[in-house]
């Protein structure tokens, strides 16, 4: 390979040869949004070419089609622009500092495979984005030479909206000089491509989302959740099929096969023209690359272990404070079953079996999380009238009427502002540093944050903006990450108001095994929980179901 000179005057003078002005006037910049627009010029030993796309998305997901640096997802980012033509590529070397990457990438043409080695150069301006390709020759196994082109993203004039998408302008530019047909092919192949941006952006969107799992959602709506159309059990499967985000019966015509790119393989998902809509609302521009693997525990990092660091808030503050006294032969009593120790001091032997029930975690495998799967065992909700079939509904869960039988034998008065349930917050929250530790009671109509170590957030809520009511349907720890770009989630106001990007639950559960209380934790960030952090989790929602489900609650002070 010849020995490449990247400095930035010659990187200008690349991107100056790609200039085309003729083409670009007979590109209007006004073109409709998701309708490429082709120009071509043709000389005696050249080809050029631009087009031109106006999308509406978020700038976040606009970097991540078009500069990622991952490997796996630069890989799924041409299979959804280039289709079957794509066969394999890879990321080379990556230069953050100078911005430029070198890539490779294979193609199909007909019979035969080729092979193109390139490099990209990332120019930001004050409205948008300079993505220079340059062809690096001199490689054996190089069969394209002759192909010089760029993108050129701008932004258009938007009016400001809560998805805080834009609308871009995306023009190729691209030119072959002396180049041989398979060079001309390929620059078609990258023109045409930005025919696929709208589609792909979309498929990215669909990927971020908790999808249902169809063998274990039971429905049995009798007309098309989008156009309402009577759907019968008994018609036969070519005259409709199940959306695979909302899970609901919906007729041929509103459904829409899409096929993802995602984890190194290939998936088929029908998705309805409802929920095609609604993933338009979703906030998308705090989503990258990680996302989605933040939805399952994580290792600790090495030296760090929350079970110690509670461990060690409550030895320093057992002396001088009853309450965290009183927690601490509750958690006795947890971590060894027959123990009748009621001593008012803790002696070596509690500590130790103190430090061991703490800090002893189960493994990786056994961290449990709803969303780990990206499945969820349930509908999205349906509003009771068709009218209101825009509004998304909370689901309820199976023995709901059992559950809230549970609730009304507890004494919710005595528990709000609990010392002992409001200590507890406080010691997580320590660990964690998140914006709040909530314990939520959900009954009825409502849910009652009963304690919190931000009193501010102790009050009554609609249950039907509350991500804890989801938490009620599998009955397991529920992380969610970025719920804005979640379309069950989206349209919560604590969502948009509190900013909220970060929360995880534990269920809370009474002697007869039913979901009483959501011990959870929220952040105005993307976080991630580690082993550590789920087992100290696990094992203090188990000290607010002793102290909830105790007939004698210490209550605060309202002093």
Not at 120 to 143: A, F, L, S, V
Not at 381 to 404: C, F, Q, S, V
Not at 538 to 553: C, G, Q, T, Y
């Amino acid at each position: 390979m010849n020995e490449l000179d990247l400095s930035d005057n010659n990187l200008i003078a690349q991107l100056n040869q790609v200039t085309f002005s003729d083409l670009i006037d007979t590109c209007s910049i006004q073109a409709d949004l998701n309708k490429l627009v082709l120009a071509q010029s043709r000389q005696q030993s050249q080809l050029e070419l631009a087009s031109y796309i106006n999308v509406n998305c978020s700038y976040t997901e606009l970097l991540t089609l078009f500069q990622t640096h991952d490997g796996s997802q630069y890989i799924a980012n041409l299979k959804e622009l280039y289709g079957s033509a794509f066969v394999r590529g890879n990321i080379i070397h990556t230069d953050l500092q100078r911005q430029l990457s070198i890539r490779q990438s294979t193609f199909r043409s007909i019979l035969k495979t080729y092979q193109w080695i390139y490099m990209e150069n990332y120019r930001y301006t004050t409205d948008g984005i300079i993505i220079t390709i340059n062809t690096i020759n001199g490689d054996p196994t190089q069969m394209l030479n002759g192909i010089t082109a760029a993108y050129i993203i701008k932004i258009l004039p938007t009016e400001e909206n809560l998805r805080r998408n834009l609308n871009f302008n995306i023009m190729f530019k691209g030119k072959v000089i002396n180049g041989s047909r398979i060079d001309k092919k390929q620059l078609k192949l990258m023109a045409n491509s930005l025919n696929n941006v709208p589609l792909a952006i979309t498929n990215r969107q669909i990927i971020v989302q908790h999808k249902a799992c169809l063998t274990k959602c039971s429905v049995n709506n009798n007309y098309c959740v989008s156009c309402i159309k009577p759907i019968f059990c008994y018609q036969l499967p070519y005259f409709k099929s199940r959306c695979g985000l909302c899970a609901y019966n919906i007729c041929k015509s509103c459904s829409h096969p899409r096929t993802l790119y995602n984890k190194d393989k290939y998936e088929t998902i029908i998705v309805c023209s409802r929920c095609l809509v609604r993933l338009k609302y979703c906030n998308y521009s705090n989503v990258d690359e990680s996302t989605v693997t933040h939805r399952s525990i994580m290792l600790d990092d090495e030296g760090h272990d929350a079970g110690q660091s509670v461990y060690t808030y409550l030895i320093d503050h057992m002396e001088d404070n009853p309450c965290v006294k009183a927690l601490v032969k509750k958690i006795l009593k947890l971590g060894n079953e027959d123990s009748t120790s009621t001593r008012e001091q803790i002696d070596t032997i509690d500590r130790n079996t103190l430090k061991e029930y703490l800090t002893s975690h189960p493994p990786l495998e056994d961290c449990n999380v709803s969303t780990a799967s990206g499945l969820r065992s349930y509908p999205i909700g349906l509003p009771p009238t068709l009218r209101e079939l825009d509004r998304m509904i909370t689901p309820k869960p199976h023995n709901e009427e059992d559950r809230l039988n549970a609730v009304k034998k507890l004494n919710i008065a005595n528990l709000i502002r609990n010392k002992e349930l409001m200590q507890i917050c406080e010691i997580v929250n320590a660990e964690l540093q998140n914006l709040s530790t909530l314990i939520v009671m959900i009954i009825n109509t409502q849910m009652c944050v009963v304690a919190s170590n931000d009193p501010s957030f102790i009050q009554f809520y609609d249950k039907d903006e509350s991500i804890c009511q989801h938490m009620l349907m599998d009955g397991k720890p529920l992380l969610v990450t970025n719920p804005e770009a979640d379309m069950k989630f989206y349209n919560f106001p604590s969502i948009r108001t509190l900013d909220i990007k970060f929360y995880f639950s534990v269920p809370v559960f009474s002697p007869d095994n039913y979901i009483i209380a959501s011990f959870c934790t929220i952040d105005t960030s993307v976080k991630r929980i580690t082993v550590s952090q789920y087992s100290m989790m696990r094992k203090l929602s188990e000290l607010v179901a002793m102290i909830i489900n105790d007939p004698n609650p210490v209550v605060l002070s309202q002093n």
